[in-house]
């Protein structure tokens, strides 16, 4: 099956009164038709800022783009958002972190479903409201007649997220970018919301692109991962080959650092010591190396480029990566110095 999202060294930068912000720094991915890819990184990583510039969602003033993005074979780099407007919702989506923010406080939930059909598929108000009923029940808000005339603080966040995904899924998107959609609610919503959205993705045939800080968030519901760092993907892979084979050390301190169920009560969490790296001054060599176990002197002065792991779909930045000789001797001998 062939891309039909084709993202290729984009690059978006902002400029400040201390320098320019390389927030993402040089991105290629591709992504086919009915697949789901994992954007995963810490906050600062650069992947809602990657997410935004693939939906044109970003400011004209102080913002510098570059590279190619392909979508169905045309390029929407550097669109103007009057251009955008035919993609926006019909063809491309987003649902966005925050609802309570997303949402319009002032404006019952019906309206803000219909509203997208009214305006981008000259759709009666009567019928609009009758498919804002659909996608509630779609997206399994009980009782989905009496929500429709509700505002959304009337509403749990659980039902505030299914109504961005209603409305999010209102016009057909082929494409659905979904930004952090479960970090502001508890576990059990959570599963539900990335159940409910990896049903309506096998449904209508979409593609999608899930934003996480949370590798266990992407582990059943996801395709292929990227993983981002400093701006920039240092580890990309099907799925499964993911987690059966992290190479990148930065790759595997993001799993080292979920909460594990085996782990006795009270057990201090394990945290990636030091901070993201200043994308305006971004060190010399590899991004992560000032905060990775196994860095060397090459590490601090040469960046690494991605390279093959051997298997099929699955690169890696790294010159000592998890499970070579010096990255076990680096690991041991840390593990003596904290004994």
């Known amino acids: 099956m062939s891309d039909f999202l084709e993202v290729t060294d984009v690059f978006t930068h902002f400029e400040t009164p201390r320098g320019q912000v390389r927030a993402v720094d040089g991105v290629t991915f591709t992504l086919e038709r009915g697949k789901t890819l994992g954007i995963v990184g810490e906050s600062g990583s650069g992947k809602t800022i990657l997410s935004r510039t693939i939906m044109g969602l970003l400011p004209t003033r ?6 190619t ?4 074979g045309e390029e929407i780099q550097g669109r103007a958002p009057s251009e955008m407007r035919d993609i926006w919702g019909k063809q491309m989506a987003m649902i966005f972190q925050d609802p309570m923010s997303s949402l319009n406080p002032l404006m019952k939930i019906g309206m803000q479903i219909a509203e997208p059909l009214i305006h981008n598929l000259d759709m009666p108000k009567d019928q609009a409201l009758a498919t804002a009923k659909r996608l509630l029940d779609d997206v399994r808000i009980p009782e989905s007649v009496k929500r429709l005339n509700q505002y959304p603080h009337e509403l749990s ?13 209102a016009c057909g998107p ?6 952090e959609p479960t970090t502001a609610l508890d576990v059990t919503v959570q599963a539900q919301i990335l159940d409910l959205l990896r049903e309506q993705r096998q449904d209508r045939n979409m593609s ?12 059943g519901h996801t395709d292929e991962i990227a993983v981002m760092y400093g701006g920039k993907i240092v580890e990309k892979a099907p799925t499964d080959g993911l987690f059966k084979n992290m190479l990148m050390p930065y790759t595997a301190a993001l799993l080292e650092s979920i909460p594990k169920m085996n782990r006795p009560s009270h057990t201090r969490l394990t945290t990636i010591p030091g901070r993201p790296p200043d994308l305006v001054s971004p060190p ?28 099929p779909g699955h690169v890696y930045a790294c010159w000592y990566p998890v499970g070579s000789p010096v990255y076990r001797e680096a690991i041991e001998r840390r593990a003596k110095e904290t004994v």
């Open 62 to 67: 102080g913002t510098v783009r570059g590279g």
């Open 69 to 72: 993005i392909r979508y169905k």
């Open 157 to 169: 966040g659980g039902m505030r997220q299914r109504v961005m995904i209603a409305i999010a899924l």
């Open 174 to 179: 082929n494409l659905l970018l979904a930004d």
């Open 208 to 219: 999608m692109i899930l934003v996480t800080h949370d590798l266990g968030v992407v582990a």
């Open 284 to 311: 010399a060599g590899c991004r992560f190396a000032p905060r990775c176990p196994a860095a060397q002197e090459r590490c601090h002065s040469e960046e690494p480029p991605l390279s093959s792991a051997g298997s």
